[in-house]
Every structure is written in structure tokens, then in C-alpha cells.
T-cell receptor, first 114, second 112 residues
């Protein structure tokens, strides 16, 4: 049984470009949450998707957007990349909207903006 | 928003030593979890512990929700315990969404 799968694992982009990160949740999970982890800091909540809707959003600008597909997989899009967007982006999947004990994290996508 | 603070920020131990990591949070929460992040960035869930005490091998955790803190105990540390330990609190919003707020982390290095 595959866990949470994120792609790509590493990515280098230029300032001003756009990027799409992908997440496939653990089998049986229907909720996906995205987190940004800057170097040396704890992960920061970006948003959560459940039933193909954005249910809650953290303190991130509109340049960060997402989508959840009927098969529960999710995409995170970042427009007009800034150097400060360089970070490890983590996806967590869970059942319903509740993070709870059944939450699993993917290995992350390391984004470098140059 | 809720504040989650961890101490100490850095810890160096010799193999075999014991340690206690602390997590303080500023508001009531629905749940609390402890994670270990390995050098490759993978977050591994160690404990889901909204209250009480749990043990898993050499690790144990205690949460006192009324006093808004949690402790993670590592006994007989091994080099494989090295990495960053995060506590994260969950707050359920209006019954239809939730999020984890992570602490600042404790970076642990276990040496031979």
C-alpha cells in the first residue's frame, strides 16, 4: 500500500515563473493538506482540501492556489515565484477533514527559486 | 493565532543518554502530535497524544492539556534518533476543517 506520494522531489525555478507540485494521498484518504517548510523552521500550513474544496487557508498570498481532483489527488500552484518561496513543500493526507492519528506526510518537494 | 514553542532548540547527546523535550502551547487544542523529521525531510508520526501518557519502545510522551504542555522522553538514545523533533497541535475549525500548527523544533544530535 503506497503512502503519500509527491512529485517532483526536487525542482529549480527562476523568479517570476510558475510551478505546480503534485500529491497523491494514501489509499483510502480523502483530505490533503499542504505545508511550506523554510530552512531551519517548522512547517507552516498553506491550505487544506476536502471534497474538492479549499476548507481552510493559512496566511499565504493568493499566488498560492490549489486544486483537488475527484480521485483525491491534489496540486499546489505557485505563481510569480519569489526567492522567499524556496522551501520544502510537504503534503499530508488524512481521512475526512480531521488530521488526527491517521495523518501521513509525503517526502516533500524541495523547491529552489533562483 | 496559537503559539507553539519547543525547548531546547538544540541538543547534543552521547549514545545511551536520556533526554526530555518540551512543547508549550498558548491555547486549547483538539489534538497534539510529535513528529521526527529525518535528514531527508520525511516527517514520521511518533505519537498522537491529546492527553495522558503513551510509550513506544524507548520513546514515551506525556501531554497535560490543562496546563498546555507536552513532553517527549527519549531513553538510551541511539545515533538513529538524530534529527529534528517537532510537536504539532491540531485545531478543528467550525467542524469542517483542521490544521496543524508546528512548533519551532528541537534539533537532536546523538554522538558515539
Amino acid at each position: 500500500d503506497a503512502g503519500v506520494t509527491q512529485s517532483p522531489t526536487h525542482l529549480i525555478k527562476t523568479r517570476g515563473q510558475q510551478v505546480t507540485l503534485r500529491c497523491s494521498p494514501k489509499s483510502g484518504h480523502d483530505t490533503v493538506s499542504w505545508y511550506q517548510q523554510a530552512l531551519g523552521q517548522g512547517p507552516q500550513f498553506i491550505f487544506q482540501y476536502y471534497e474538492e474544496e479549499e476548507r481552510q487557508r493559512g496566511n499565504f498570498p493568493d499566488r498560492f492556489s490549489g486544486h483537488q481532483f475527484p480521485n483525491y489527488s491534489s496540486e499546489l500552484n505557485v505563481n510569480a515565484l519569489l526567492l522567499g518561496d524556496s522551501a520544502l513543500y510537504l503534503c499530508a493526507s488524512s481521512l475526512y477533514f480531521f488530521v488526527g492519528p491517521e495523518a501521513f506526510f509525503g517526502q516533500g518537494t524541495r523547491l529552489t527559486v533562483v | 493565532g496559537i503559539q507553539v514553542e519547543q525547548s531546547p532548540p538544540d541538543l547534543i547527546l552521547q549514545e545511551g543518554a536520556n533526554s526530555t523535550l518540551r512543547c508549550n502551547f498558548s491555547d486549547s487544542v483538539n489534538n497534539l502530535q510529535w513528529f521526527h523529521q529525518n535528514p531527508w525531510g520525511q516527517l514520521i508520526n511518533l505519537f498522537y497524544i491529546p492527553s495522558g501518557t503513551k510509550q513506544n519502545g524507548r520513546l514515551s510522551a506525556t501531554t497535560v492539556a490543562t496546563e498546555r504542555y507536552s513532553l517527549l522522553y527519549i531513553s538510551s538514545s541511539q545515533t538513529t534518533d538524530s534529527g529534528v523533533y517537532f510537536c504539532a497541535v491540531e485545531q478543528i475549525n467550525t467542524g469542517t476543517a483542521s490544521k496543524l500548527t508546528f512548533g519551532t523544533g528541537t534539533r537532536l544530535q546523538v554522538t558515539l
